[in-house]
Protein backbone atom coordinates (compact mmCIF):
# COMPACT_ATOMS: atom_id res chain seq x y z
CA UNK A 1 0.00 0.00 0.00
CA UNK A 2 3.12 2.13 0.16
CA UNK A 3 4.24 3.94 -3.27
CA UNK A 4 6.36 7.15 -3.77
CA UNK A 5 9.13 8.88 -6.02
CA UNK A 6 12.37 7.82 -4.65
CA UNK A 7 15.09 10.69 -5.09
CA UNK A 8 18.57 8.88 -4.66
CA UNK A 9 22.15 10.92 -4.48
CA UNK A 10 24.58 10.99 -2.31
CA UNK A 11 24.14 12.19 0.89
CA UNK A 12 27.09 13.91 1.48
CA UNK A 13 26.61 15.92 -1.44
CA UNK A 14 22.80 16.87 -0.74
CA UNK A 15 23.66 18.09 3.09
CA UNK A 16 27.01 20.28 1.69
CA UNK A 17 24.58 21.45 -0.88
CA UNK A 18 21.95 22.78 2.00
CA UNK A 19 24.93 24.04 3.54
CA UNK A 20 25.52 21.71 6.55
CA UNK A 21 28.66 21.36 7.90
CA UNK A 22 30.32 17.81 9.24
CA UNK A 23 29.96 17.55 13.33
CA UNK A 24 28.83 14.63 15.95
CA UNK A 25 26.02 11.92 15.04
CA UNK A 26 23.23 11.47 17.38
CA UNK A 27 20.18 9.45 16.60
CA UNK A 28 17.01 10.78 16.33
CA UNK A 29 13.34 8.96 16.26
CA UNK A 30 11.99 11.87 14.30
CA UNK A 31 13.53 14.49 12.61
CA UNK A 32 12.21 17.60 13.57
CA UNK A 33 14.50 19.88 11.94
CA UNK A 34 17.84 19.90 9.32
CA UNK A 35 20.04 19.50 12.37
CA UNK A 36 18.15 16.29 13.29
CA UNK A 37 18.96 15.43 10.02
CA UNK A 38 22.81 15.76 9.86
CA UNK A 39 23.04 14.18 12.93
CA UNK A 40 20.97 11.19 12.22
CA UNK A 41 22.60 11.12 8.54
CA UNK A 42 26.16 10.93 10.48
CA UNK A 43 25.13 8.23 13.41
CA UNK A 44 24.38 5.64 11.01
CA UNK A 45 27.08 6.68 8.42
CA UNK A 46 29.87 5.70 10.90
CA UNK A 47 27.36 2.69 11.92
CA UNK A 48 27.45 2.02 7.90
CA UNK A 49 23.90 0.41 8.78
CA UNK A 50 20.48 1.57 6.89
CA UNK A 51 17.97 3.62 8.72
CA UNK A 52 14.53 5.09 7.68
CA UNK A 53 12.79 7.99 9.86
CA UNK A 54 10.31 10.81 9.59
CA UNK A 55 10.61 14.30 8.87
CA UNK A 56 8.09 16.27 10.80
CA UNK A 57 8.05 19.45 9.18
CA UNK A 58 6.16 19.54 6.28
CA UNK A 59 7.23 23.06 4.43
CA UNK A 60 11.26 22.22 5.50
CA UNK A 61 10.98 18.47 3.86
CA UNK A 62 9.55 20.00 0.51
CA UNK A 63 12.46 22.61 0.36
CA UNK A 64 14.80 19.92 1.21
CA UNK A 65 13.03 17.39 -1.74
CA UNK A 66 13.35 20.12 -4.07
CA UNK A 67 16.82 20.97 -3.88
CA UNK A 68 17.55 16.66 -3.95
CA UNK A 69 15.59 16.35 -7.07
CA UNK A 70 17.11 19.00 -8.98
CA UNK A 71 20.37 18.44 -7.95
CA UNK A 72 22.80 17.01 -10.53
CA UNK A 73 23.14 13.63 -11.08
CA UNK A 74 20.51 12.51 -8.55
CA UNK A 75 17.96 9.87 -9.71
CA UNK A 76 14.31 9.41 -9.79
CA UNK A 77 12.79 6.16 -9.45
CA UNK A 78 10.00 4.06 -8.25
CA UNK A 79 10.19 3.46 -4.55
CA UNK A 80 7.78 2.37 -1.71
CA UNK A 81 7.63 -1.48 -0.56
CA UNK A 82 4.88 -2.03 -2.57
CA UNK A 83 5.41 0.00 -5.66
CA UNK A 84 8.99 -2.25 -5.97
CA UNK A 85 7.62 -5.44 -5.39
CA UNK A 86 5.05 -4.34 -8.35
CA UNK A 87 7.99 -3.33 -10.60
CA UNK A 88 9.55 -6.50 -9.70
CA UNK A 89 7.22 -8.51 -10.42
CA UNK A 90 5.81 -7.08 -13.37
CA UNK A 91 9.42 -7.81 -15.29
CA UNK A 92 7.28 -11.13 -15.97
CA UNK A 93 5.19 -10.66 -19.02
CA UNK A 94 2.82 -13.00 -18.13
CA UNK A 95 2.14 -11.44 -14.86
CA UNK A 96 -0.02 -8.78 -14.13
CA UNK A 97 -0.46 -6.62 -11.12
CA UNK A 98 -2.89 -4.47 -9.17
CA UNK A 99 -0.46 -1.31 -7.26
CA UNK A 100 -2.73 0.79 -4.64
CA UNK A 101 -1.09 3.88 -3.32
CA UNK A 102 -0.77 7.21 -3.35
CA UNK A 103 0.27 7.51 -6.96
CA UNK A 104 1.00 11.01 -8.45
CA UNK A 105 2.11 12.24 -12.39
CA UNK A 106 5.65 11.28 -12.25
CA UNK A 107 5.43 8.15 -10.51
CA UNK A 108 2.62 7.02 -12.87
CA UNK A 109 4.93 7.83 -15.54
CA UNK A 110 7.64 5.80 -13.96
CA UNK A 111 5.54 2.37 -13.50
CA UNK A 112 5.80 -0.39 -15.86
CA UNK A 113 3.06 -1.07 -18.61
CA UNK A 114 1.96 -4.23 -16.74
CA UNK A 115 0.99 -2.31 -12.95
CA UNK A 116 -2.48 -1.55 -13.15
CA UNK A 117 -3.37 1.64 -11.24
CA UNK A 118 -7.46 2.03 -9.80
CA UNK A 119 -8.45 6.00 -10.57
CA UNK A 120 -8.46 6.51 -6.85
CA UNK A 121 -5.34 5.15 -6.00
CA UNK A 122 -4.06 8.93 -8.17
CA UNK A 123 -3.07 12.16 -6.77
CA UNK A 124 -2.23 15.30 -7.80
CA UNK A 125 1.35 15.24 -6.00
CA UNK A 126 3.51 13.03 -5.65
CA UNK A 127 5.11 11.64 -2.38
CA UNK A 128 8.94 12.08 -2.04
CA UNK A 129 11.33 10.14 -0.76
CA UNK A 130 15.09 11.11 -0.39
CA UNK A 131 17.74 8.33 -0.08
CA UNK A 132 21.41 9.52 0.86
CA UNK A 133 23.69 6.87 -0.06
CA UNK A 134 27.56 6.55 0.81
CA UNK A 135 30.12 4.35 -0.56
CA UNK A 136 32.38 2.41 1.74
CA UNK A 137 35.09 4.62 3.26
CA UNK A 138 33.70 7.87 2.39
CA UNK A 139 34.40 10.18 4.71
CA UNK A 140 32.35 13.14 5.80
CA UNK A 141 34.27 15.27 8.48
CA UNK A 142 35.38 12.92 10.97
CA UNK A 143 32.88 10.45 9.79
CA UNK A 144 34.36 7.37 7.78
CA UNK A 145 31.29 4.77 6.43
CA UNK A 146 32.84 1.51 6.77
CA UNK A 147 30.40 -0.20 4.27
CA UNK A 148 28.01 1.33 1.55
CA UNK A 149 24.65 1.85 2.42
CA UNK A 150 21.79 4.65 2.64
CA UNK A 151 19.57 6.94 4.71
CA UNK A 152 16.15 7.12 4.16
CA UNK A 153 13.55 10.14 5.21
CA UNK A 154 10.29 11.35 4.28
CA UNK A 155 7.62 13.62 5.17
CA UNK A 156 4.42 11.17 3.78
CA UNK A 157 1.21 11.36 5.14
CA UNK A 158 -0.81 9.63 2.67
CA UNK A 159 1.48 6.68 3.19
CA UNK A 160 2.05 7.08 6.46
CA UNK A 161 -2.23 6.62 6.89
CA UNK A 162 -2.12 3.85 4.68
CA UNK A 163 -4.73 5.30 3.07
CA UNK A 164 -5.40 3.42 0.09
CA UNK A 165 -5.50 0.24 2.32
CA UNK A 166 -9.45 0.14 1.57
CA UNK A 167 -9.19 0.87 -2.16
CA UNK A 168 -6.88 -2.16 -2.50
CA UNK A 169 -8.84 -4.65 -0.68
CA UNK A 170 -11.82 -3.77 -2.20
CA UNK A 171 -10.21 -3.88 -5.79
CA UNK A 172 -9.43 -7.50 -5.66
CA UNK A 173 -12.99 -8.85 -6.01
CA UNK A 174 -12.34 -7.71 -9.62
CA UNK A 175 -8.87 -8.06 -9.87
CA UNK A 176 -9.03 -11.57 -8.58
CA UNK A 177 -5.35 -12.27 -7.50
CA UNK A 178 -3.37 -15.57 -6.70
CA UNK A 179 -1.25 -13.92 -4.41
CA UNK A 180 -1.26 -10.54 -2.06
CA UNK A 181 1.67 -8.76 -0.89
CA UNK A 182 1.31 -6.00 1.91
CA UNK A 183 3.71 -3.47 3.15
CA UNK A 184 3.81 -0.09 4.49
CA UNK A 185 2.59 -0.65 7.82
CA UNK A 186 5.87 0.94 8.98
CA UNK A 187 5.09 4.18 7.44
CA UNK A 188 2.64 4.68 9.88
CA UNK A 189 5.19 5.67 12.75
CA UNK A 190 4.81 8.93 12.33
CA UNK A 191 1.12 9.16 13.27
CA UNK A 192 0.32 9.96 17.11
CA UNK A 193 -0.13 6.36 19.05
CA UNK A 194 -3.92 7.05 18.94
CA UNK A 195 -4.37 7.58 15.06
CA UNK A 196 -1.69 4.48 14.57
CA UNK A 197 -4.02 2.12 16.95
CA UNK A 198 -7.45 3.11 15.34
CA UNK A 199 -5.45 3.00 11.81
CA UNK A 200 -4.14 -0.70 12.43
CA UNK A 201 -7.37 -2.01 14.06
CA UNK A 202 -8.97 -0.93 10.60
CA UNK A 203 -6.05 -2.51 8.81
CA UNK A 204 -6.85 -5.33 10.62
CA UNK A 205 -10.56 -5.72 9.55
CA UNK A 206 -9.47 -5.43 6.15
CA UNK A 207 -6.78 -7.73 5.72
CA UNK A 208 -9.45 -9.95 7.14
CA UNK A 209 -12.00 -9.86 4.21
CA UNK A 210 -8.95 -11.00 1.97
CA UNK A 211 -10.36 -14.46 1.25
CA UNK A 212 -8.21 -16.79 3.04
CA UNK A 213 -7.66 -19.29 -0.10
CA UNK A 214 -5.28 -16.31 -1.47
CA UNK A 215 -1.75 -16.38 0.11
CA UNK A 216 -0.75 -13.08 1.90
CA UNK A 217 2.92 -12.12 2.28
CA UNK A 218 4.19 -9.01 4.37
CA UNK A 219 6.49 -6.86 4.16
CA UNK A 220 8.61 -5.57 6.99
CA UNK A 221 10.86 -2.66 7.27
CA UNK A 222 12.60 -0.43 9.28
CA UNK A 223 10.82 0.65 12.58
CA UNK A 224 11.59 2.44 16.13
CA UNK A 225 8.23 1.72 18.14
CA UNK A 226 9.07 -1.16 20.07
CA UNK A 227 5.70 -1.49 21.35
CA UNK A 228 3.85 -0.98 17.74
CA UNK A 229 6.13 -3.39 16.23
CA UNK A 230 5.03 -5.73 19.09
CA UNK A 231 1.41 -5.05 18.59
CA UNK A 232 1.65 -5.81 15.15
CA UNK A 233 2.92 -9.46 16.24
CA UNK A 234 1.28 -10.75 19.00
CA UNK A 235 -2.36 -9.40 18.65
CA UNK A 236 -2.81 -8.36 15.20
CA UNK A 237 -0.82 -8.50 11.77
CA UNK A 238 1.20 -11.76 12.08
CA UNK A 239 -1.34 -14.50 12.63
CA UNK A 240 -3.63 -13.22 9.66
CA UNK A 241 -0.61 -13.30 6.89
CA UNK A 242 0.67 -16.33 5.76
CA UNK A 243 4.45 -15.38 5.05
CA UNK A 244 6.83 -12.42 6.14
CA UNK A 245 10.39 -10.93 4.31
CA UNK A 246 12.52 -8.99 6.98
CA UNK A 247 15.99 -7.86 7.16
CA UNK A 248 18.56 -8.42 10.11
CA UNK A 249 17.60 -4.79 11.51
CA UNK A 250 13.88 -5.79 11.43
CA UNK A 251 14.67 -9.56 12.75
CA UNK A 252 16.78 -7.86 15.88
CA UNK A 253 14.07 -4.88 16.39
CA UNK A 254 11.17 -7.89 16.92
CA UNK A 255 12.99 -9.97 19.01
CA UNK A 256 13.80 -7.11 21.33
CA UNK A 257 10.29 -5.40 21.10
CA UNK A 258 8.77 -9.11 22.33
CA UNK A 259 11.47 -9.73 24.47
CA UNK A 260 12.28 -13.05 21.95
CA UNK A 261 15.94 -14.88 21.92
CA UNK A 262 19.12 -12.80 22.05
CA UNK A 263 16.89 -9.97 22.40
CA UNK A 264 19.74 -8.46 24.92
CA UNK A 265 21.66 -8.25 21.65
CA UNK A 266 22.58 -4.23 20.93
CA UNK A 267 23.31 -4.39 17.53
CA UNK A 268 24.97 -6.56 15.26
CA UNK A 269 28.57 -6.73 14.81
CA UNK A 270 29.78 -7.77 11.02
CA UNK A 271 27.71 -10.66 9.28
CA UNK A 272 24.92 -11.49 11.56
CA UNK A 273 25.42 -14.64 13.53
CA UNK A 274 23.48 -17.45 11.42
CA UNK A 275 22.63 -19.75 14.76
CA UNK A 276 21.39 -16.34 16.29
CA UNK A 277 19.70 -15.46 13.01
CA UNK A 278 18.06 -19.18 13.10
CA UNK A 279 16.78 -19.16 16.93
CA UNK A 280 14.77 -15.96 16.14
CA UNK A 281 13.51 -16.81 12.77
CA UNK A 282 12.56 -20.22 15.13
CA UNK A 283 10.64 -18.79 17.60
CA UNK A 284 8.49 -16.65 15.71
CA UNK A 285 7.16 -19.56 13.62
CA UNK A 286 7.12 -21.42 16.87
CA UNK A 287 5.33 -18.64 18.51
CA UNK A 288 3.38 -16.92 16.14
CA UNK A 289 3.44 -19.49 13.27
CA UNK A 290 0.76 -21.60 12.34
CA UNK A 291 0.42 -24.73 14.59
CA UNK A 292 -2.66 -27.30 15.04
CA UNK A 293 -3.38 -25.05 18.73
CA UNK A 294 -2.59 -21.89 16.92
CA UNK A 295 -5.25 -20.04 14.44
CA UNK A 296 -2.50 -17.86 12.94
CA UNK A 297 -1.65 -18.20 9.07
CA UNK A 298 2.20 -17.70 9.19
CA UNK A 299 4.05 -20.39 7.84
CA UNK A 300 6.65 -18.71 6.11
CA UNK A 301 9.62 -16.05 6.69
CA UNK A 302 12.46 -15.27 4.55
CA UNK A 303 15.02 -13.81 5.71
CA UNK A 304 17.58 -11.47 3.79
CA UNK A 305 20.84 -10.03 4.89
CA UNK A 306 23.86 -8.69 3.23
CA UNK A 307 25.87 -12.22 3.21
CA UNK A 308 23.44 -14.60 3.01
CA UNK A 309 19.19 -15.71 2.80
CA UNK A 310 17.32 -18.00 4.97
CA UNK A 311 14.21 -19.32 4.49
CA UNK A 312 12.36 -20.41 7.31
CA UNK A 313 8.98 -22.56 6.83
CA UNK A 314 6.46 -24.50 8.46
CA UNK A 315 6.51 -28.25 6.73
CA UNK A 316 3.45 -29.29 4.90
CA UNK A 317 2.58 -25.54 3.48
CA UNK A 318 5.52 -24.76 0.76
CA UNK A 319 7.46 -26.34 -2.05
CA UNK A 320 10.10 -25.61 -4.25
CA UNK A 321 11.94 -23.55 -1.01
CA UNK A 322 15.53 -24.02 -2.97
CA UNK A 323 14.63 -22.51 -6.07
CA UNK A 324 12.69 -19.54 -4.14
CA UNK A 325 16.05 -18.84 -1.90
CA UNK A 326 18.51 -19.04 -4.74
CA UNK A 327 16.14 -16.73 -7.04
CA UNK A 328 16.24 -14.66 -3.92
CA UNK A 329 20.26 -14.40 -3.54
CA UNK A 330 20.69 -14.44 -7.69
CA UNK A 331 18.64 -11.29 -7.68
CA UNK A 332 20.64 -9.73 -5.17
CA UNK A 333 23.64 -9.77 -6.96
CA UNK A 334 22.38 -9.01 -10.05
CA UNK A 335 20.24 -6.15 -9.06
CA UNK A 336 23.12 -4.51 -6.35
CA UNK A 337 25.73 -4.78 -9.61
CA UNK A 338 22.85 -3.49 -12.61
CA UNK A 339 23.80 -6.73 -14.53
CA UNK A 340 21.58 -8.80 -16.35
CA UNK A 341 23.58 -12.53 -14.51
CA UNK A 342 25.87 -12.40 -12.35
CA UNK A 343 29.21 -11.31 -13.23
CA UNK A 344 31.80 -13.04 -11.20
CA UNK A 345 34.15 -10.33 -11.09
CA UNK A 346 32.05 -8.08 -9.78
CA UNK A 347 30.74 -10.19 -6.88
CA UNK A 348 32.74 -11.82 -3.59
CA UNK A 349 31.55 -14.07 -0.88
CA UNK A 350 31.19 -12.78 2.59
CA UNK A 351 29.17 -15.37 3.86
CA UNK A 352 30.71 -17.93 6.57
CA UNK A 353 32.14 -20.76 4.65
CA UNK A 354 31.09 -23.02 7.82
CA UNK A 355 28.43 -22.12 10.85
CA UNK A 356 26.15 -23.84 13.64
CA UNK A 357 22.54 -23.73 13.07
CA UNK A 358 21.87 -22.54 16.86
CA UNK A 359 23.40 -20.70 19.63
CA UNK A 360 20.41 -22.39 22.46
CA UNK A 361 20.05 -25.89 21.22
CA UNK A 362 22.33 -28.68 20.29
CA UNK A 363 23.46 -27.08 17.12
CA UNK A 364 24.91 -29.06 13.87
CA UNK A 365 27.82 -27.41 12.44
CA UNK A 366 27.26 -26.92 8.46
CA UNK A 367 30.14 -26.44 6.07
CA UNK A 368 29.23 -24.79 2.72
CA UNK A 369 29.85 -26.96 -0.10
CA UNK A 370 30.52 -24.70 -3.63
CA UNK A 371 28.38 -27.13 -6.15
CA UNK A 372 25.39 -27.52 -3.37
CA UNK A 373 25.04 -23.72 -2.45
CA UNK A 374 21.92 -23.78 -0.49
CA UNK A 375 22.00 -25.71 2.94
CA UNK A 376 19.12 -27.37 4.31
CA UNK A 377 18.17 -28.21 8.35
CA UNK A 378 15.04 -29.03 10.43
CA UNK A 379 14.26 -28.36 13.96
CA UNK A 380 10.84 -29.36 15.28
CA UNK A 381 8.92 -28.91 11.92
CA UNK A 382 10.27 -26.33 10.49
CA UNK A 383 12.52 -26.41 7.67
CA UNK A 384 15.75 -24.23 6.80
CA UNK A 385 16.90 -22.87 3.75
CA UNK A 386 20.35 -21.35 3.85
CA UNK A 387 22.44 -19.80 0.71
CA UNK A 388 25.08 -17.44 0.32
CA UNK A 389 25.03 -14.60 -1.43
CA UNK A 390 27.11 -13.36 -4.47
CA UNK A 391 27.64 -9.86 -3.17
CA UNK A 392 28.09 -7.11 -5.36
CA UNK A 393 31.71 -5.00 -4.84
CA UNK A 394 30.61 -2.36 -6.20
CA UNK A 395 26.93 -1.39 -5.64
CA UNK A 396 25.29 0.61 -8.36
CA UNK A 397 21.88 0.75 -6.21
CA UNK A 398 20.87 -1.03 -3.44
CA UNK A 399 17.89 0.95 -3.08
CA UNK A 400 15.04 -1.76 -2.78
CA UNK A 401 17.32 -4.56 -3.11
CA UNK A 402 15.06 -6.58 -0.15
CA UNK A 403 12.01 -6.04 -2.50
CA UNK A 404 13.48 -7.47 -5.26
CA UNK A 405 14.70 -10.46 -2.83
CA UNK A 406 11.49 -11.07 -1.50
CA UNK A 407 9.40 -10.29 -5.26
CA UNK A 408 12.03 -13.17 -6.47
CA UNK A 409 11.99 -15.61 -3.61
CA UNK A 410 7.61 -15.12 -3.70
CA UNK A 411 7.87 -16.17 -7.66
CA UNK A 412 9.39 -19.77 -7.28
CA UNK A 413 7.80 -20.41 -3.67
CA UNK A 414 5.06 -22.68 -4.01
CA UNK A 415 1.88 -22.72 -1.77
CA UNK A 416 0.51 -26.13 -1.15
CA UNK A 417 -3.01 -26.10 -1.21
CA UNK A 418 -4.62 -26.40 2.03
Same mark, same amino acid.
Given at each position: ??????????????????????????????????? +?????????? =???????????????????????? =? &????? %?????????????????????? %?????????????????????????? @?????????????????????????????????????????? @???????? @??????????????? =????????????????????????? /????? @????????????????????????????????? %???????????????????????????? /??????? =??????????????????? %??????????? &?????????????????????????????????????????????????????? +????????????????????????????????????????????????
Amino acid at each position: VNACVDVVLSGVKLLEALGLEPGDGKNHVVLNSRQ +DLKEAFAHFM =EKGAAAERFFSDGESFHHIARTAS =E &YPGAQ %LYVGGNAALIGQKLATNPDLKI %LLCGPIGPKLHELLDDNVVVPPESMQ @ERDEFHLILEYQAGEEWGQVRAPNANRFIFSHDLSNGALNML @EVFVSSLD @EFQPDLVVLSGLHMM =EGQSKEMRQRRLMEAVASISDIPTD /IPIHL @ELASMTDQDFMSNIMHQQVFPLVNSIGLNEQEL %LFLTQSAAGPHASLASWSGVPDVGVVSD /ILFWILK =EHGKTAERASDLTRIHFHT %LAYHILVTVDG &YWGNQVAAVAAGARAAGIQACATETIDTSKVFLKAPLEFVTSQIEAPSKISLNP +DEPVVHWHREGISFHFTPVLVCKDPVRTVGLGDAISAEGLLYSEVYPQ
